[in-house]
């Protein structure tokens, strides 16, 4: 022992070296050749481009060459352009709560050059000549006039030559290409009116022409079938306004095609956007996934695009408020779309039915005395016979406005309530009375029941459970009446296992359309399910 103290291989604190700085900055932004196609398109974009070319090679790790048509650069804009936090794009911190352009940070063409063999050529102005700048690992190589159009070509070769490592963890050259074209493809849609062209190892992967609307161009991209069948929506408020397309229900798929959201046409990926999409369309989409495409445009000021270094995410001042907006127009939409057409089905029956297990060859026919299917012109319809019925009971019920009509029973039956039940009953006495259902205090805590309402299936095991779940009543959330609606159609409904005669069936079709929203029960569980003629076709190879 020497009596030293060891260092446990602590080493003094000290800045890094520029390189590597440029070299851990550049990782921020392009994290893969993806990344740095969606920044240069966005560079060329704010350029005023209306036609942009790309050439890969390699998946982009070999060769990105982008070239536009653009305004071009001047020779010191150029040697600038390669330099961080260089932008032409804000001229004070300020200006970051009003950004209206795509590229901003002044970090994309310097990060892109840190980490290739980079070299960019532009011209602003064909009567003179252009610029041709070489950088390697961040450092300009050498500058000089060069013949150019009007734009800008950027060429960056072999993405990441000097972060190997960074380079192995790259995917395989299809991979990578798989998510370039779909970078490329999110742009294409947001500007239609730009004429978008890729070629890949030689081959064109996609020749897109300017179209005269959103519409078109999706076509131009995606399964035609998917984009004929999409619901226009449209919907502005003096915060937001919502335009795109979206899937019929009935074309929700256990995958998707498309799913993109865009604020003021900056491709994004958002969560409260999807989460209030999918909670738009409800449980009539079941786990399927609906395709859709949608634009949202605000004023600059209430989105922080600058929350990610990539700028894939933004942030809008008021998240709750977005959730809402958004849910209740494709809720609209959907609802719209359903009332047209499951409505009009329903008023089209076709008397076709047979198979063994059906109760009757005319009509309808009852699964397993818990689903009803209905064959209607585009296909069938099933129906949950205790969701089906408890909807309606749930409307006839928040529809009365006075009293609800009573039926008697045989029998009165005598209850024997625990302390929180009681209590509850007390408290909502009036209400329950007003809602069909008659009860008197006897005794203690027990109470005789002598009316339910009228069309309801309650017997004593339903009646009990009405009561034994009173206390919940009080903490929901939609208020106290709902939650009373909620439950008294619960327990009223036709149970599943139930058989029913042909009469009852087509009057539980009749009053199920009659209602405002037929297509779920009141706790949001799918009560229909329609299947078109088209997806029968899909699944049996007939299309």
């Avoid at 159609?489 to 199920?512: D, H, T, V, W, Y």
Wanted: hydrophobic share 40%; glycine share 8%.
């Amino acid at each position: 022992m020497t009596g030293e103290t060891p260092t446990s291989g602590r080493k003094p604190v000290r800045e890094l070296p520029p390189d590597a700085v440029r070299r851990i900055a550049a990782g921020e932004v392009v994290a893969r050749p993806a990344a740095a196609v969606k920044e240069l398109i966005e560079n060329a974009i704010d350029a005023g481009a209306d036609d942009i070319r790309l050439e890969l090679r390699g998946g982009g790790k070999d060769l990105i060459k982008i070239t536009d048509n653009g305004w071009g650069m001047t020779r010191d804009d150029a040697r600038l352009a390669v330099a961080r936090y260089a932008t032409s794009k804000l001229g004070t911190a300020d200006d970051l709560r009003h950004v209206a352009t795509f590229g901003f940070r002044g970090e994309a063409l310097a990060s892109i050059a840190a980490v290739s063999r980079f070299t960019l050529v532009t011209n602003h102005n064909e009567a003179g000549p252009g610029t041709k700048l070489e950088v390697e690992g961040g450092d300009i190589r050498a500058i000089a006039e060069a013949a150019h159009p009007r734009g800008t070509t950027v060429t960056a070769r072999m993405l990441f030559y000097n972060l190997p490592a960074r380079r192995s963890f790259l995917k395989s050259d299809n991979y990578e290409l798989r998510l370039i074209i779909e970078t490329i493809r999110s742009y294409a849609v947001a500007f239609p009116s730009t004429r978008f062209e890729t070629v890949a190892d030689g081959r064109v992967v996609h020749s897109l022409p300017p179209s005269q609307s959103r519409r078109e161009r999706l076509l131009e991209i995606y399964d035609r079938k998917v984009v004929e069948g999409f619901l226009d929506v449209d919907v502005r408020n003096p915060m937001l306004s919502l335009h795109g397309f979206l899937a019929e229900p009935s074309q929700a798929r256990s995958y998707f095609d498309v799913q993109g959201v865009y604020f003021n046409r900056r491709p994004v990926t958002s969560r409260v956007v999807l989460r209030a999409v999918y909670d738009g369309y409800g449980p009539v989409i079941g786990s399927q996934r609906p395709d859709f495409v949608l634009f949202i445009d605000t004023d600059p000021s209430r989105l922080d695009v600058n929350v990610h270094p990539t700028k894939q995410e933004v942030r809008f001042a008021d998240d709750r408020f977005l959730f809402d907006f958004v849910a209740e127009a494709v809720r609209k939409v959907v609802r719209t779309r359903q009332s047209a057409t499951v409505g009009a089905d329903a008023a089209l029956f076709q008397e076709s039915f047979a198979g063994e297990g059906a109760e009757t060859a005319h009509g309808f026919w009852q699964l397993h005395n818990g689903y009803i299917f209905a064959q209607v012109t585009s296909g069938y319809v099933i129906v949950d016979q205790h969701a089906a019925h408890e909807r309606i009971l749930f409307e006839e019920l928040m529809r009365a406005s006075r009293q609800v009509p009573q039926q008697g029973l045989l029998f009165p039956i005598n209850l024997e309530l625990n302390a929180p039940q009681y209590e509850a009953y007390e408290q909502l006495a009036a209400r329950i009375a007003r809602m069909g259902i008659d009860a008197k205090a006897f005794s203690g805590r027990t109470i005789v029941v002598e009316t339910v309402p009228a069309g309801s299936y309650m017997g004593k095991d339903e009646i009990r459970g009405f009561f034994e779940e009173l206390p919940s009543v009080s903490s929901d959330r939609a208020g106290v009446e709902v939650g009373l609606a909620r439950l008294l159609a619960c327990k009223g409904a036709i149970k599943f296992g139930q058989r029913l005669s042909q009469p009852e069936m087509e009057s539980l079709f009749n009053r199920l359309f009659a209602c405002q929203e037929p297509y779920s029960c009141p706790h949001g569980r799918p009560a229909i399910i329609r299947i078109t003629t088209d997806e029968l076709n899909r699944r049996f190879d007939r299309t």
